[in-house]
């Protein structure tokens, strides 16, 4: 039977996209791995990859379509042997949708069903598809299949990286008889929350409510896009599940100040130019170094401690926000830092970052000063264990060591920890972590 090209979850929060274009055409032959479109998620335009081999017999869905919902048929491979003709008329017409009254859940499975069914000789009766040791479906393409049975794999011990988990081509190749073929890069799933439904979001008072108390009065509607819809999820989520509690502190930059001062002059002739911020994200890494304990996740039923310290950044873009992950930044310096953040931030400003560009890490880093904010608090995104908010520098009277009055480059910063990871003890052990490395910031450089 033809096989129905799904709608892909190309980023952990994704729950539909826009088809933005197409990359092949009705008649075209696909490898595995050949592009197929690109698809605007709620973070990004990506490219999707076909997971499979045969003939695009008929495209469902035209490019430039909005709101087309995760593991909806978008398109139809043709498999070898296979026609046009072998299309059922149920399939919905290009651009358009199924019928109204098969409930979306429902037309999932038949896809299923329809689709991952074994290609046997059309004179005798397709055998029902094979079932794993638990008595559950599995599930894998006609292709798939016959090179199963060529090599006498057991498809019960292999480990599909298709969509629901279907086994695809490339998984039986990989796999060897009696052994279960490593999942396909599974990581960036297993690192990151699960996806929330839209109608999760925000509780509150509904449009139609709203509207009413504004009845006469002149506004505008801004309808929301993947990527705020997202963002008012995962927040009211994270301030209604987690328990956050705050550490302030002021930290004095003068010494920064002065060194970042010194280091740019010297570094200009290679074009770089350190920010005060990329001296934040070494010490936050720094601090996570020191205090391991705080360098944790919230996993569900556990806490999980990372090694390495990935940092992320929050970026503001229109519309919303990203915060791309710095990785293994304890172990990089102040400048390749300062370059590898530059190109994080201006692909996230255009929104070509990748999944695992910007999921995973512990801790983060939003950082208003340069919007003249001198303090505030953030909501920590999770799983993070906490996250530091950063204010401007400004100068300000301080008492000095000697007692006399003077002035100094203050900075107030505000640490939001999630309390299940991380006690007040430990969140205040962290946070001093990150000031001695910002008032002596030469040991950044040792």
């Not at 292999?158 to 998984?171: E, F, L, N, T």
């Not at 190109?343 to 890490?361: C, F, T």
């Amino acid at each position: 039977m033809p096989t129905e090209i799904l709608m892909p979850a190309l980023s952990p929060t994704m729950e539909e996209g826009t088809l933005a274009k197409w990359l092949v055409k009705e008649g075209d032959t696909v490898s595995s791995g050949d592009l197929l479109a690109e698809i605007e998620t709620d973070k990004a335009t990506m490219e999707f990859e076909a997971v499979d081999e045969g003939v695009v017999g008929k495209i469902l869905v035209a490019e430039g379509t909005e709101g087309v919902k995760v593991n909806s048929p978008i398109a139809v491979l043709l498999g070898e042997g296979e026609s046009a003709d072998d299309i059922g008329s149920g399939s919905p017409a290009a651009g358009g949708s199924a019928e109204k009254s098969t409930p979306a859940s429902e037309k999932t499975d038949k896809a299923l069903e329809k689709t991952d069914t074994p290609v046997e000789n059309s004179a005798s009766p397709a055998p029902a598809a094979p079932a794993a040791s638990d008595g559950s479906r599995i599930f894998a393409s006609p292709l798939a299949r016959r090179i199963a049975k060529d090599k006498g794999l057991d498809l019960a011990q292999v480990k599909g990286s298709g969509p629901h988990g279907r086994i695809v081509k490339a998984d039986v190749e990989k796999a060897q008889p009696g052994k279960a073929a490593a999942p396909a890069a599974a990581a960036a799933d297993t690192a990151a929350p699960a996806a929330k439904p839209a109608a999760a979001m925000a509780q509150g008072p509904d449009f139609a409510q709203v509207m009413k108390m504004y009845e006469g009065r002149e506004v505008e509607e801004v309808k929301l896009d993947g990527m705020r819809k997202t963002v008012a999820a995962r927040l009211t989520e994270a301030k209604q599940t987690i328990p956050h509690f705050y550490l302030r502190r002021d930290i004095r930059l003068d010494a920064l100040l002065k060194l970042r001062s010194q280091l740019n002059k010297q570094l200009e002739p290679k074009g770089v130019k350190l920010s005060v911020n990329d001296f934040i994200i070494k010490a936050c890494a720094n601090a996570l170094q020191a205090v391991p304990a705080a360098n944790a996740v919230w996993a569900g039923d556990r806490i999980l401690r990372l090694i390495p310290s990935d940092v992320a950044v929050a970026v503001a873009i229109d519309g919303g926000l990203f915060t791309p992950v710095l990785k293994d930044a304890h172990q990089k310096s102040l400048s390749a830092l300062s370059s590898e953040m530059k190109d994080l931030a201006g692909r996230a400003r255009n929104k070509k970052l990748a999944p695992h560009e910007y999921v995973g890490g512990s801790f983060a880093i939003s950082n208003l000063g340069m919007y003249g904010i001198d303090n505030f608090d953030a909501v920590i995104n999770p799983p993070h264990g906490a996250i530091l908010a950063v204010g401007a520098g400004v100068k300000k009277p301080v008492v000095g060591e000697d007692g006399e009055v003077t002035t100094a480059t203050v900075m107030s910063v505000t640490l939001s920890v999630d309390h299940r990871v991380i006690d007040g003890a430990l969140g205040a052990e962290l946070l001093q972590a990150i000031v001695n490395d910002l008032e002596s910031p030469m040991v950044m450089l040792a």
